[in-house]
């Protein structure tokens, strides 16, 4: 069982920084994939980054390649999300979430445990 918290959001104006984190329970937890998703009112959630169980491997959205890094931090047990050039399109809910995969996982349905979100607003 691994429980997520998510923390960092916020509101910021377009091209501004935030930095998401997620800590993790659970003596496991470097065992499991991790991803960032995203949900905006009316739409459907989607993929945003994930991290392999070494993290040697990432991967991003089309949608925010070049401006969202995805680390994490086995002995801490926590993963971070730093989001740099935010433009309002990316204002949302943002999830972490764990994939007993261990791979980098792109797809919801990979994924075996949620964080309740935290809100990322950017201001125009």
């Known amino acids: 069982q691994v429980q997520l918290v998510e923390s960092g959001g916020g509101l910021v104006q377009a091209g501004g920084s935030l930095r998401l984190s997620c800590a993790a329970s659970?003596?496991?937890?470097?065992?499991?994939?991790m991803g960032w998703f995203r949900q905006a009112p009316g739409k459907e959630r989607e993929f945003v980054a994930s991290i392999s169980w070494r993290g040697g491997i990432t991967s991003n959205a089309d949608s925010v390649k070049g401006r969202f890094t995805i680390s994490r931090d086995n002995a801490k047990n926590t993963v971070s999300l730093q989001m740099n050039s935010l433009k309002p399109e990316d204002t949302a809910v943002y999830y972490c979430?764990?994939?007993?995969?261990?791979?980098?996982?792109?797809?919801?349905?990979?994924?075996?445990?949620w964080g309740q979100g935290t809100q990322v607003t950017v201001s125009s």
């Open positions: 979430a764990a994939s007993r995969s261990g791979t980098s996982a792109l797809r919801m349905y990979e994924y075996d445990y």
């Open positions: 659970g003596r496991t937890f470097r065992n499991y994939a």
